[in-house]
């Protein structure tokens, strides 16, 4: 059984149901705090970001995805029919991760390549929407 905990009625009705267990019996608990995976506009500016880039450097943006993935992030193993394998992924960053990572592309695009990444709240950043988004 899987429960939310967000309220103190909540936390004591998870209390009172572990209480109700038959001790005879076996029970494996697990608490698990919840992360807000990244958003769904943290998504879209990394591919605007990512868009940019492809238009200004010429390499897809489905490999600049795998790039920076491979250069940022750190690699799950994961196993498959007995076979190891080694995966990196942005699908399960939280918010707070994910915001590190998009922090660490601006960097890169900004000393390696030259190129400004802005964010919603820059002053650049209407036109660098408007130009962009069409290409997407």
């Known amino acids: 059984m899987k ?3 967000e309220t ?3 936390r004591q009705m998870v209390i009172a149901q572990i209480k109700r267990l038959d001790l005879v019996k076996k029970y494996f608990v697990e608490i698990t705090r919840k992360y807000i995976r990244r958003t769904i506009s943290q998504s879209n500016l990394y591919w605007l ?3 940019c880039v492809e238009f200004e450097t010429g390499n897809d943006r489905n490999n600049l995805h795998d790039y920076f993935k491979r250069k940022y992030l750190m ?3 994961i196993e498959v029919f ?3 394998q080694i995966r990196y992924s942005t699908k399960h960053l939280n918010t707070l991760q994910f915001k590190t ?3 660490k592309i ?3 695009a900004s000393t390696e390549l ?3 990444l802005p964010d919603p709240d820059d002053y650049r950043w209407e036109e660098f929407y408007s130009f962009y988004s069409e290409k997407l």
């Open 3 to 5: 429960r939310k905990i």
């Open 8 to 10: 103190e009625l909540d």
């Open 49 to 51: 970001w990512l868009t």
């Open 75 to 77: 690699p799950e193993t």
């Open 82 to 84: 007995n076979e190891k």
């Open 101 to 103: 990572y998009l922090d």
């Open 106 to 108: 601006q960097i890169f």
């Open 114 to 116: 030259g190129i400004h």
